[in-house]
T-cell receptor
Framework: GQQLNQSPQSMFIQEGEDVSMNCTSS?????WLWYKQDPGEGPVLLIALYKAGELTSNGRLTAQFGITRKDSFLNISASIPSDVGIYFCAGPYSGGSNYKLTFGKGTLLTVNP | EAQVTQNPRYLITVTGKKLTVTCSQNMNHEYMSWYRQDPGLGLRQIYY???????DKGDVPEGYKVSRKEKRNFPLILESPSPNQTSLYFCASSGGLQETQYFGPGTRLLVL
């Protein structure tokens, strides 16, 4: 399957700091999805991006669909302790079924109060 | 309450003993999918289904079977489990790709 390279693998930050993580691929993606997984639970969709260049916000979260369709970033502003978790990017690549999703390996975020 | 349920939540079994993990959703979603999550590898799609009787392979289908006889249920079958199938499994459903995908609580499987 296609690969999504997600970075960084982990982050340790202080409460109140801003966070940025990104995802890149050698393949073109039709859609970029960003999920968060809390410990012991399933992932929850945070933001979905459907058009190249699209910039979307959801509260303190902002994500962008790269112009080349091969990358996306997620920013979290003014982090709080409940932001702790694993963040995944995901999407269906352009050459495959829209229902066949590939996930990045995740970014583990730790927020120190 | 809209939800995806999985059973069992935890299972310990032995190599070769057939098992089924059930998945059910109460949102009338057409799309359902199974993933496995392993440390350092993230989530990998096993199988997905676009509707009743319509299923297709994801990235890691080997050793697994699925069926979609009813819209609400999408069981994952391991005919002859092996230790490399020890993992955390998630079922998910959505009304379509551009709809929010809801994940179940996960099933932690250990194959001895």
């Amino acid at each position: 399957g296609q690969q999504l390279n997600q970075s960084p693998q982990s982050m340790f930050i202080q409460e109140g700091e801003d966070v940025s993580m990104n995802c890149t691929s050698s393949s073109i993606f039709n859609t970029w999805l960003w999920y968060k997984q809390d410990p012991g639970e399933g992932p929850v969709l945070l933001i979905a991006l459907y058009k190249a260049g699209e910039l979307t916000s959801n509260g303190r979260l902002t994500a962008q669909f790269g112009i080349t369709r091969k990358d996306s970033f997620l920013n979290i502003s003014a982090s709080i302790p409940s932001d702790v978790g694993i963040y995944f990017c995901a999407g269906p690549y352009s050459g495959g079924s829209n229902y066949k999703l590939t996930f990045g390996k995740g970014t583990l975020l730790t927020v120190n109060p | 309450e809209a939800q995806v349920t999985q059973n069992p939540r935890y299972l310990i079994t032995v190599t070769g003993k057939k098992l089924t993990v059930t998945c059910s959703q109460n949102m009338n979603h057409e799309y359902m999918s199974w993933y496995r999550q392993d440390p350092g590898l993230g989530l990998r799609q096993i199988y997905y289904s676009m509707n009743v009787e319509v299923t297709d392979k994801g990235d890691v289908p080997e050793g697994y079977k699925v069926s979609r006889k009813e819209k609400r249920n999408f069981p994952l079958i391991l005919e002859s489990p092996s230790p490399n199938q020890t993992s955390l499994y998630f079922c998910a459903s959505s009304g379509g790709l551009q709809e929010t995908q809801y994940f179940g609580p996960g099933t932690r499987l250990l194959v001895l």
